[in-house]
């Protein structure tokens, strides 16, 4: 346990210590917490803070946020190791701000990495909170509802910080640069397509990008003047990847996922991970590429395989738990799964043709069969008179008319001989025979 050690600047911190926002106007991303009248925001500037748990991936400011906070309230503020502190400690400065509370004085406590108390260590928190001798202040990196006692995490609001946006990273990376704080003293040559590439690598994680600019920085070229150029050799080598060639419209970044797709399609797993590879050794945010797979596997397998969509949506979770570099092979089983489905643009073609039709006849009447009926009025206009329920005929099958009038005839769906959508097209021919004939 120790009371705000963790919050010291000093000169021989690492640059993300050092540059460590001091307010929410320095503050990067997480506009939805504490952007102009957010929540949040509200809570922290009027020094209303209450107890609240921080969940997001590392590097997001979860301890930055408890940083702001420690600064801005006239509450005494202690913070917590998960790692080091036990209950015998716990209990000792819960009765210290039982003491205060009677005094009038708040208590915050700050505890990082709450998920590694166990629920003993947990439980010797509950009593303070319930009573209001503490005000809990928890971050976590894993979901509260699974890691954080019940009764705990019921008294207290939870914050998700989501990973940081390129965006945010870049005016991040430029601050660091320009403030005294981080390389303001000194004369640094480094691009803005450099600077690009260093917040793509560290994926949503500040604190990644942070450290990789100063490891970039620190290993520059330096000038008999005592500038400092950065080179791309400097930086391919401190982040151990080479950069796609991202111009200003993105065209090779959409030229090799592009790559990646049409070598799916065309059942070459080789391609596909070479592909996927140049993707993420890039610095491509995995669950960019994950998404792209979830499209793939209805848009070019569909039916011919269902069992691909359940792989590609796995791999986009896999990607979400674990993150880079260890979701790599979880997106390159995605892949060549992908590559090695039987192929089928069934459902792409149907949904196309009918999206066509329903923009053409968006105004045409819901047939009155199938219309639903919750009031008396309804009945009285013939809605849903005739209703056929397929589950009280032996063969689960009607003729009602579904389709509008205008449309009665109409076929969207045209399954192929393909893997198992060989198989639906079969049923799919004998429902259409029993409705020929009845």
Request: aromatic fraction near 8%; include cysteine.
């Given at each position: ?18 540059l ?6 320095e ?12 929540i ?6 009027e020094d ?10 590392p ?6 946020l408890?940083?702001i ?13 998960a790692?080091?502190s036990?209950i ?5 400065v819960m ?24 629920k003993a260590?947990?439980?010797?928190f509950l ?6 001798s503490?005000?809990?202040i ?8 699974f890691?954080v006692?019940?009764a705990l ?5 939870v ?23 981080g ?5 640094v040559?480094i ?8 917040a793509k ?6 604190r ?16 008999s003047?005592g ?7 400097t ?10 060639l ?6 090779e970044h959409y ?14 797993p ?6 996927l ?15 792209r ?14 069992h691909a969509l ?7 979770h896999a ?10 092979v ?10 090695l489905?039987p ?13 066509t039709?329903?923009?053409k006849?968006?105004?045409e009447p ?14 009285d ?6 209703y ?8 689960k099958?009607?003729n ?5 009038d ?10 192929t ?10 049923k799919l ?6 409705k020929?004939?009845?």
């Amino acid at each position: 346990m120790e009371q705000k050690s963790l919050f010291e600047n000093n000169e021989n911190q690492p640059l993300a210590s050092r540059l460590r926002p001091r307010d929410l106007d320095e503050f990067a991303g997480q506009q939805h917490l504490i952007g102009e009248g957010k929540i949040l925001r509200r809570l922290i500037e009027e020094d209303k803070i209450t107890s609240m748990i921080f969940w997001g991936p590392p590097g997001v400011g979860k301890t930055t946020l408890a940083t702001i906070i420690a600064n801005k309230t006239h509450a005494t503020f202690i913070n917590f190791s998960a790692v080091i502190s036990g209950i015998k400690e716990i209990k000792t400065v819960m009765n210290q701000a039982e003491e205060a509370r009677k005094m009038g004085q708040k208590t915050i406590v700050f505890v990082d990495e709450i998920h590694r108390f166990n629920k003993a260590q947990q439980d010797a928190f509950l009593p303070y909170v319930e009573k209001g001798s503490i005000i809990l202040i928890g971050a976590t990196t894993e979901n509260p509802s699974f890691e954080v006692n019940g009764a705990l995490l019921s008294r207290c609001k939870v914050f998700v910080l989501q990973g940081l946006k390129t965006e945010d990273l870049l005016k991040l990376l430029k601050r660091a640069i320009t403030d005294k704080r981080g390389f303001g003293n000194q004369t640094v040559h480094i691009t803005d397509d450099q600077l690009e590439v260093v917040a793509k690598f560290a994926n949503g994680d500040a604190r990644n990008a942070l450290s990789t600019l100063e490891m970039v920085v620190l290993n520059g070229d330096v000038s008999s003047t005592g500038e400092i150029t950065v080179t791309q050799e400097t930086l391919e080598q401190c982040i151990s990847k080479k950069s796609l060639l991202y111009d200003k419209n993105g065209e090779e970044h959409y030229n090799i996922i592009s790559a990646l797709h049409k070598s799916m399609r065309n059942s070459d797993p080789d391609a596909a991970v070479y592909w996927l590879a140049r993707m993420l050794e890039a610095g491509e945010d995995p669950l960019y590429v994950a998404r792209r797979v979830i499209r793939f596997a209805s848009e070019d397998v569909g039916l011919s395989d269902p069992h691909a969509l359940e792989i590609a949506v796995a791999a986009y979770h896999a990607c979400h738990y674990i993150g880079m570099p260890e979701c790599s092979v979880n997106l390159t089983q995605a892949v060549i799964y992908m590559s090695l489905a039987p192929k089928s643009n069934a459902l792409e073609i149907a949904y196309l043709k009918a999206k066509t039709d329903a923009i053409k006849n968006i105004a045409e009447p819901v047939p009155l069969v199938i219309r639903n009926a919750p009031t008396k009025l309804m009945r009285d206009l013939n809605y849903g008179k005739g209703y056929q329920y397929a589950h009280d005929t032996k063969e689960k099958l009607t003729n009602m008319q579904c389709l509008p009038d205008s449309l009665v005839g109409t076929e969207y769906y045209t399954p192929t001989e393909q893997g198992l959508e060989a198989k639906y097209k079969a049923k799919l021919e004998r429902i259409k025979e029993w409705k020929r004939t009845h």
